[in-house]
């Protein structure tokens, strides 16, 4: 599913189509109940941050920082110290760049440039070997839960 995510946001950031972007929501809202069904902390850490950099995107700051108090807090509380200063730095990068966020929610931007500013893309990579893109008994676990 990291994989599908992987090539949606690729897809969204060259199209900007919205049915892309809903689509995302919705497989990262699966994702998201997977994770917390199996326990996989990982991977609800990293969730709730793409989840974040939609609502950056969508220009809900206050939403896309709350969810990274809630990852932040998920990593705190699971000792998950490498996540926890990620997050970190990734909310300084918010907030030392919290102008251009407004202006581009105020000037209506395109969701091509918007996305293109969250580096969505990189993060969705670092995501994936986090949270052991090629280990069969994660994938194992998520294939499951599909079905």
Not at 47 to 57: G, T
């Amino acid at each position: 599913m990291l994989n599908l995510l992987e090539i949606l946001i690729w897809e969204l950031s060259s199209t900007g189509h919205g049915e892309v972007f809903k689509e995302i929501q919705r497989l990262l809202a699966q994702l998201n109940e997977i994770a917390r069904k199996q326990k996989s902390f990982t991977l609800e850490i990293e969730v709730v941050v793409i989840q974040s950099q939609l609502e950056l995107i969508n220009g809900n700051l206050n939403q896309a920082m709350a969810l990274l108090k809630q990852a932040k807090t998920i990593s705190r509380e699971k000792c998950l110290k490498n996540h926890q200063l990620r997050i970190e730095i990734q909310e300084q990068v918010i907030e030392s760049e919290l102008h251009k966020w407004i202006e581009l929610t105020e000037q209506n931007a395109p969701l091509i440039e918007q996305i293109h500013q969250s580096q969505m893309q990189e993060y969705i990579v670092t995501a994936l070997r986090l949270t052991g893109k090629g280990s069969s008994q994660e994938e194992e676990k998520i294939i499951t839960s599909i079905k």
